[in-house]
């Protein structure tokens, strides 16, 4: 065929027109790989006139010929000729495209329906030249995964508008991965967006349904006012849950961990993980139960039970949630990660994550997008999250979409990691389970993040005592006189005879007959047996109890040997191979050794005695500084080894991860892995202790006051360089100030080890002692290459953790000290370098390398030999109104005599951490060491 015909053939057939653009893109599938494309568009473009020209100029040529037709095209409505049947069934196989893109724009999704539907012209016959042919018939039925293979255009048309318009707006076009995207479409088109679900099963999302209505509406009149923030009006949230454990079940689900804030929340411990209700009832009363610390409001608890379901019975978790929104996901999912590891589930097969969120919040809150971006990485993936947006249109007071975002649904970020999105009708409780049960095989057939958006509303105020009227008044005039999700779905059942009469006032009697009993609600609930964990060995513990820190000087070396051996097939970079020629040396030799040395040999005697190790944080392999090397990189294939994980056959799990760039969801990631696990060590580390900052809400409301508030110990470990070292504001500090601000009932641990022996210990003395507490370090920078920042090997076999240290020069003698500088960390280095520089043995230099719980009882019996002394001073090189002297100063006043003056010697109070210009940091330093050492 020469040219001019191919051309004439094109402008002739249903190529030309608006559909050119359309078309191109499926062409340009199909170029790519034939098996892209659906077989009956694979027939199309295989049948195309042969040309002379190549295939490959043949290609190019109807490419530019789309090109050019798509430009020329503007108007949508433009008539496209219709010279056979082909070119119609190709505008069908459009039409039906259409739907499966912009289907979800039309669904009805709003129960309230607030807003008029836009029509969406890609969905109407006429757009696609299509109107006078709805009695033809057209052999796409298996398109459609229908039954038939000819079907007329009147029913297809009827079916893709029950799959894609009614109660389920499912977004999935944009999943470029076709497995996915075909599998989401059978599922969707094969049952026609609708499940045939049982009398047994319809009768059950009525009783649910009853129960979620029910308990609000008892609460609401035994406590009128009390805060509850109340479910009604998104009930379906329920069953919803229910069907997805029930189903998950059945996919071998054996625990389930959730997330969520406060909206519903009461409704969930109660109607799904069994909660006592008389034991809510009772903190509505305020009593105070046998509880822990300061206890929480009741919309912040969390629960945990068994569940039962015909495929065994599964353990729910429902996680502890402070008020910060959406900060429980990364939580969460660390808690599954852990938990999926216990099982030797790589998958994520055993442990659902689900993930409760607001509406505004999903789109509002940062977060979010960092537990999307974690969720496919090494590190952090969990098999997929069931994302569920509790969607009551109203953020607070906010129903404004242009007011909450910038994006046509909330749940657009979930886009960014092609998750398919089901937006869904809350009224509607057939649809919300027919996705939950979706949702439920998608993730377990892809373990990757799936979202369904309930949409609902929110009946009352963002609480029971707040007015919604006054900013939401069209919307409250429809709530109010919109029936509920139960009473809609009970005329459904009456009017189709699902049910009798009388079953809808009978379940509502039931349910409220449970209530007045005080007892469980949930006639799956089981007591917990299924979980993984014991913590029992871990509870009730006390910071300054013994633990076992001698290892024998042997075993040390042979693990020394091991942590430095690596196949001889890789190639190591030169300064990597240095450092670990460095290390051998160190151990053949006995020579002393340094900060990387005897921290990595803490993990390997762990490991070597089976505990578990976790690392992640940002450059954690190599470490920030250049000193871990836990992770090797083969210089020619850039193949990894890690030498921790070959320590011995038995040995513990050693996993170290470089994580995402966050600091906010993968610390809270690390918080819920370290509340799940407490047979090992989790570490999250800063690469500059400030950028926890980034983290802070994390800090805040889960590490310092975790256990506190909800009893949930955490051995967590953060490891924040810390220094002045002249590296500006940012880099210099951790903020060590913040940390001890929060210190109070012996919450967390600050430490600042000065030497590598205490790194070694302190890590160590994290796992083997069994309580489990968070564990702070200030980390070093410069001293991890500091000549005199060394250990011997004796002083971590034969060594422990010193919460302080006394004056170690053997020429300072006690009688003739007449000052004692107390500091902590790199700040010691230089105090000594100076004393001796000018031979000023007449003041002592004690470390407190523990600042809290603060080390009285070892400070006295250090202080002991110098009660003569009087003069105290506390050096830091943090300003004033930074680093411990505010925070920790009457801890220091404890320990020194009463008449003795302690003064300060340090930067100035200052605005900003640290100065930006070396010359002036230097002459900082040095003035608040004269000062420190200064006898007058
Ligand atoms: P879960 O598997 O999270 O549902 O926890 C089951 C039970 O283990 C809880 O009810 C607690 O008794 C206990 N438990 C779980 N995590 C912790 C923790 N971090 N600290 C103390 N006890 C815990």
């Not at 974690?374 to 947006?389: A, D, E």
């Not at 998608?442 to 919604?468: T, W």
Request: hydrophobic content about 35%.
């Amino acid at each position: 065929m020469q040219n001019n015909s191919l051309k004439k053939w094109m402008e002739s057939s249903y190529f030309s027109g608006n559909n050119g653009a359309y078309i191109e893109e499926i062409y340009e599938s199909f170029l790519n790989d034939p098996n892209n494309i659906s077989d009956e568009w694979k027939q199309v473009f295989q049948s195309l006139p042969q040309t002379e020209i190549s295939q490959e100029v043949n290609h190019s040529k109807i490419r530019d010929y789309f090109r050019s037709l798509a430009k020329e095209t503007t108007n949508p409505y433009s008539v496209v000729k219709d010279p056979d049947k082909q070119a119609k069934e190709v505008r069908v196989l459009q039409l039906i495209n259409s739907f499966r893109l912009y289907g979800h724009k039309e669904a009805k999704l709003d129960p309230l329906n607030l807003k008029e539907i836009d029509k969406v012209p890609e969905l109407s016959l006429y757009h696609h030249n299509l109107a006078d042919a709805l009695d033809e018939s057209f052999d796409v039925g298996s398109v459609l995964g229908l039954s038939k293979d000819k079907l007329k255009l009147r029913d297809i048309y009827s079916a893709l508008k029950q799959i894609y318009c009614e109660s389920i707006g499912a977004e999935y076009m944009h999943i470029n991965n076709i497995e996915e995207k075909k599998w989401i479409q059978k599922n969707l088109e094969l049952s026609l967006g609708t499940s045939n679900f049982t009398q047994d099963e319809k009768i059950n999302f009525l009783y649910d349904l009853t129960a979620a209505e029910g308990m609000e509406k008892y609460l609401g009149a035994k406590f009128p006012g009390s805060k509850r923030f109340s479910l009604e009006g998104g009930d379906s949230l329920i069953p919803m849950i229910k069907e997805i454990i029930r189903f998950s079940g059945t996919k071998g689900v054996k625990e389930v961990v959730i997330g969520m804030a406060h909206r519903g929340r009461l409704n969930m411990l109660v109607n799904v993980i069994g909660k006592k209700t008389q034991d809510l009832f009772d903190e509505f009363s305020g009593k105070h139960g046998d509880t822990w610390g300061t206890g929480d409001v009741k919309y912040h608890q969390g629960f945990s039970a068994d569940f039962h379901t015909p495929s065994g019975n599964i353990h729910l978790a429902l996680a502890f949630n402070p008020s910060h929104l959406e900060i429980v996901n990364p939580v969460v999912m660390g808690s599954a990660r852990a938990r999926e590891e216990r099982y030797g589930d790589l998958l994520g097969e055993k442990v659902l994550p689900i993930t409760i969120h607001g509406d505004s919040a999903i789109a509002g809150q940062g977060v979010v997008a960092e537990t999307f971006n974690m969720s496919q990485t090494r590190g952090y993936k969990v098999g997929g999250t069931i994302r569920i947006v509790v969607n009551n249109q109203v953020g607070f007071t906010t129903s404004r979409p242009e007011d909450t975002r910038s994006t046509p649904y909330c749940t657009d970020i979930a886009k960014m990691v092609q998750a398919p999105i089901f937006h869904v009708n809350a009224d509607d409780p057939e649809a919300v389970a027919f996705v939950s049960r979706l949702a439920v095989n998608y993730r377990d057939k892809f373990n990757r993040d799936v979202v369904i958006d309930l949409v609902c509303y929110r009946r009352h105020g963002h609480n029971e005592s707040d007015e919604p009227s006054a900013t939401q008044p069209l919307m409250y005039k429809i709530i109010k006189k919109h029936a509920t999700t139960r009473q809609l779905y009970a005329e459904k059942l009456l009017k189709n005879n699902t049910i009798e009469q009388f079953v809808p006032t009978s379940l509502v009697n039931e349910y409220r007959d449970l209530l007045d009993k005080g007892e469980c609600v949930v006639k799956e609930w089981r007591p917990m047996n299924n979980q993984n964990s014991n913590w029992s060995k871990y509870l009730s513990h006390e910071w300054d109890e013994e633990w076992e820190s001698h290892l024998d000087i042997n075993v040390l070396k042979e693990l020394a040997k091991k942590v430095n051996s690596y196949p001889d097939s890789i190639k190591l970079h030169n300064r990597v191979l240095k450092l670990y020629n460095i290390r051998q040396k160190m151990i053949e030799e006995n020579m002393p050794l340094d900060w990387g040395m005897a921290e990595t040999l803490a993990y390997a005697t762990l490991v070597n005695d089976q505990y578990q190790i976790r690392i992640t944080g940002q450059d954690s392999g190599r470490g920030t500084f250049f000193h871990r090397h836990a992770v090797i990189h083969d210089q020619d294939s850039s193949k990894e080894y890690i030498p921790l994980q070959h320590i011995s056959d038995n040995q513990g799990k050693f996993y170290i991860y470089d994580s995402v760039l966050s600091e906010e969801a993968v610390l809270a990631f690390e918080y819920g892995y370290a509340t799940a696990e407490p047979n090992g060590l989790t570490i999250w580390e800063a690469q500059f202790g400030d950028f926890a900052n980034g983290a802070q809400v994390v800090i805040d409301q889960f590490i310092s006051s975790g256990e506190q508030k909800w009893g949930r110990m955490c051995g967590l470990t953060m490891l924040l360089p810390h220094g002045y070292e002249g590296q500006g504001p940012e880099h210099s500090s951790a903020r060590l100030e913040r940390f001890l601000q929060l210190c109070a009932e012996q919450n967390i641990q600050v430490v600042v080890p000065s030497t590598p022996a205490q790194i070694y210990h302190v890590l160590r003395r994290q796992v083997i002692r069994t309580m489990r507490r968070p564990l702070v370090i200030m980390s070093p920078k410069s001293l991890l290459r500091h000549p005199q920042c060394i250990s011997s090997i004796d002083e971590l076999g034969n060594g422990s953790f010193e919460s302080a240290i006394g004056e170690v020069d053997e020429k300072i003698l006690a009688a003739n000290v007449e000052k004692i500088i107390l500091c902590s960390g790199k700040v010691y280095y230089d105090l000594i370098d100076k004393r001796e520089k000018t031979k000023n043995y007449k003041v002592a230099i004690i470390r407190i390398e523990q600042l809290y719980p603060f080390p009285y009882k070892k400070l006295l019996e250090i202080l002991q030999e110098y009660k003569h002394v009087n003069s105290y001073v506390w050096c830091q090189e943090e300003p004033q109104n930074q680093g411990a002297w505010y925070s920790s100063q009457h801890n220091f006043r404890s320990v020194i005599p009463e008449k003795a003056e302690l003064s300060y010697a340090g930067r100035p109070a200052s605005a900003s951490p640290a100065v930006g210009y070396l010359s002036v940091h230097l002459k900082q330093q040095e003035a608040l060491i004269e000062d420190a050492l200064n006898l007058s």
